[in-house]
């Protein structure tokens, strides 16, 4: 069945330090692939999103997704954390239409 | 152009009401989609839609729910008598077209008492 599984439930990372958040998909072929990320009491804003082509995609807010097919991945990454970054992020894939989103993870920042 | 808009923002039923939320997709776009997330869950999609089109229902619950998109005026996802189970934040996206990315709107938060 396809999946969209995002292992970390809950991540806290003080200010400044580098961010991974993990996404793995189960899919026959290759889906397209995105993040968003949601502020509290908010709708889902697009963080970024893989096509085809250069497997390191750039999205906004400093944020960037590498995509694995060996390991079916799409992690989301960023080298330096902000106290705003704050909110939870979701995962999603989308094949033929079908477009499946992963539970999320919640970042916590610390000072 | 003004983003996907929702409304009600908020929407306060007693069991066994209807509700009726709104979706007004981006200027352009002609395919909508509508989500459900419970607290602490995340996105669980309902059923997507073209103008005056249901395309893929296959998330919406058998009885009580149905959403329509009609060739004018926003798309509505109905409710019919409401139970608690039902309080949830429901999204909606749209998309110029298929495959292609989505863009949410700010969410209608039910809340049935």
């Known amino acids: 069945a396809q999946s969209v599984t995002q292992p970390d439930i809950h991540i806290t990372v003080s200010e400044g330090a580098s961010l991974e958040l993990r996404c793995n998909y189960s899919y026959g072929a290759t889906p397209y692939l995105f993040w968003y990320v949601q502020s509290p009491g908010q709708g889902l804003q697009l963080l970024l999103k893989y096509f085809s082509g250069d497997t390191l995609v750039q999205g906004i807010k400093g944020f960037e997704a590498e995509f694995k097919r060996s390991q079916s991945s799409f992690n989301l990454r960023k080298p330096s954390v902000h106290w705003s970054d704050a909110a939870e992020y979701f995962c999603?894939?989308?094949?033929?239409?079908?477009?499946?989103f992963g539970a999320g993870t919640r970042l916590t920042v610390k000072p | 152009n003004a983003g996907v808009m929702q409304n009600p923002r908020h929407l306060v039923r007693r069991r066994g009401q209807e509700a009726r939320l709104r979706c007004s997709p981006m200027?352009?776009?002609?395919?909508v989609y509508w989500y459900r997330q419970l607290p602490e869950e995340g996105l669980k999609f309902m059923v997507y839609?073209?103008?005056?089109?249901?395309?893929?229902e296959s998330g919406m619950p058998k009885e009580r729910f149905s959403a329509e998109f009609p060739k004018e005026g926003p798309s509505i996802l109905r409710i019919q008598q409401v139970v608690r189970g039902d309080s949830a934040a429901y999204f909606c996206?749209?998309?110029?077209?298929?495959?292609?990315?989505?863009?949410f709107g700010p969410g209608t938060r039910l809340t049935v008492t």
């Open positions: 996206a749209s998309s110029p077209r298929q495959i292609y990315e989505q863009y």
């Open positions: 839609l073209q103008k005056e089109n249901i395309i893929d």
């Open positions: 200027k352009g776009h002609s395919h």
């Open positions: 999603a894939v989308e094949k033929d239409n079908d477009m499946r």
